[in-house]
């Protein structure tokens, strides 16, 4: 059902199309600088639409390209601050646990002296 929808639409496009060409087939004169030459209207206005098309696609193509280095140097940057994390974690982790050994080292060796006594 889904492709006959598509289809139907693309009929009715397909047709508002050529009725369009039909209805514009007069002759224009274009005027680029130095040249001047004739074309139907249609064609003119379809190469017209063609072209703005094309500009679109090709300022969003570098508009996408630019997001996905900005979105790839955030994700390289946030595995940066992570790995950062993660060492000074470990370092403070380290740093602690080897404080409690030597209290504890202390605590035992106090310990055994009192139980020399």
């Known amino acids: 059902m889904k492709n006959q929808g598509r289809l139907i639409a693309a009929l009715v496009v397909t047709l508002l199309i050529v009725i ?3 209805l514009n087939t007069q002759a224009v004169e274009i005027s680029l600088g130095f040249w001047k030459f004739s074309l139907p209207l249609v064609l003119v206005l379809i190469v017209s639409v063609l072209l703005g098309v ?5 300022m969003a193509t570098v508009t996408t390209l630019r997001l996905k280095s900005e979105l790839k140097e955030s994700r390289q940057r946030t595995a940066d601050i992570k790995d950062e994390e993660r060492k000074r974690y470990e370092k403070q982790l380290a740093e602690v646990t080897a404080k409690y050994q030597r ?8 310990g055994s ?3 020399l006594k």
Do not use: D, G
Request: aromatic residues 10%; proline residues 0%; charged residues 25%.
């Open 113 to 115: 002296s009192t139980e």
């Open 54 to 58: 094309l500009i679109a696609f090709l």
């Open 103 to 110: 209290r504890m080292n202390k605590r035992s060796v106090k």
């Open 20 to 22: 369009f060409a039909l």
